[in-house]
């Protein structure tokens, strides 16, 4: 644990991680705002800011090691800094959780009705503390029954298909940072998805849930695993989905053409699409898939590699958010 680290923990039990570099300057602009209503109040409090790419992981092992004193963590960021942070922690014992979003998504405040553009209201809703939620935590594992396996938190959805596809190119493209300069990059998702329906691949692949259903869906255009109803800036994946039933919720599209799937894409986007054929949902607490070739996999937007077998699954560790 670094020096710095180490004071701020002396100091307070109010902190706050903000993404240095998240949303083109967005998460700075919503700190000061923050601060200025913190100095006003006479609150204690600590930030220390997320300054490269895993930094916020760094930050979390510091804050959250097992044994350390309760505190609350307030994130000032988008979805991806607060994925980087879980992938951090040591214990979720330790600590509550508030978010003052500052992303381009904001699936996690979504999910969870949390004002996404007024950090005044959020950050008095936090201090004031009248309201707490606990959520489920999904967990990815790729490759699990090989030496190369690695392990994956995500908070709002995982998966690999169409959208892992999406993920993995919204990460360096250049329509998403357009559309960002243009203040309206939520729909950088829905264009790069567009996009990414031409000569997309489909595979087959086998899926097997813990209740010993086991399906093989061919000509596979996504596999979704929610905990909240809406990935990617509010594509409703699966309606169904609750973040505190102990469960995750899948959504997998398959058997049909890329021509057909994207006719379909706006009905998903509405979350219209429960009834079509062709698309198949369940709750799970774990399921396994196998592919024959690579997938690109994704955990809550952020690129996870490309494997031929994963395991998704909730972990008994829950996640409290004050809001």
């Known amino acids: 644990m670094s020096k710095k680290i180490i004071i701020f923990i002396l100091l307070a039990m109010l902190y706050f991680v903000v993404n240095k570099y998240g949303g083109r300057g967005k998460s700075v602009g919503r700190w000061r705002i923050v601060k200025e209503i913190l100095d006003k109040r006479g609150e204690k409090y600590s930030v220390i800011f997320s300054e490269r790419r895993g930094h916020a992981r760094e930050i979390a092992a510091s804050l959250t090691e097992k044994g350390s004193e309760k505190k609350d963590i307030v994130i000032i960021g988008g979805d991806g800094t607060i994925n980087e942070f879980l992938n951090g922690v040591d214990d979720f014992s ?23 553009h007024n950090p005044k209201k959020s950050i008095k809703a936090i201090l004031d503390g009248k309201k707490e939620s606990v959520i489920d935590i999904g967990v990815v594992t790729t490759n699990p029954d090989s030496a190369e396996k690695k392990r994956f938190r995500f ?16 990460e360096t493209s250049k329509i998403k940072t357009l559309l960002n300069r243009l203040h309206i990059g939520k729909l950088s998702y829905i264009a790069i998805t567009l996009a990414t329906f031409i000569g997309m691949k489909s595979e087959t692949v086998r899926v097997r849930f813990d209740d010993g259903e086991e399906k093989v869906f061919e000509r596979l255009i996504f ?17 169904r989905a609750k973040a505190d039933d102990a469960l995750l919720s899948s959504c997998a599209a398959f058997g049909i053409s890329n021509l057909m799937a994207f006719l379909k894409f706006p009905f998903v986007i509405l979350g219209l699409h429960t009834h079509f054929r062709n698309f198949h949902f369940k709750d799970f607490k774990k399921l396994e898939a196998f592919s024959d070739v690579p997938v690109v996999v994704h955990t809550d937007g952020e690129y996870g590699g490309e494997v031929k077998a994963l395991r998704i699954e909730c972990e008994s560790a829950k996640l409290r958010i004050i809001f």
């Not at 500052?102 to 969870?112: E, P, T």
């Not at 908070?155 to 919204?170: R, V, Y």
């Open 94 to 116: 330790v600590f509550r959780l508030g978010v003052i979003p500052a992303g381009s998504g904001n699936d996690f405040s979504r999910g969870l009705h949390l004002p996404r």
């Open 155 to 170: 908070c709002i959805s995982a998966g690999f298909g169409l959208d892992a596809l999406i993920c993995q190119k919204n």
């Open 223 to 239: 596999l979704s695993a929610m905990n909240f109803p809406a990935e990617g800036g509010g594509v409703r994946m699966n309606p």
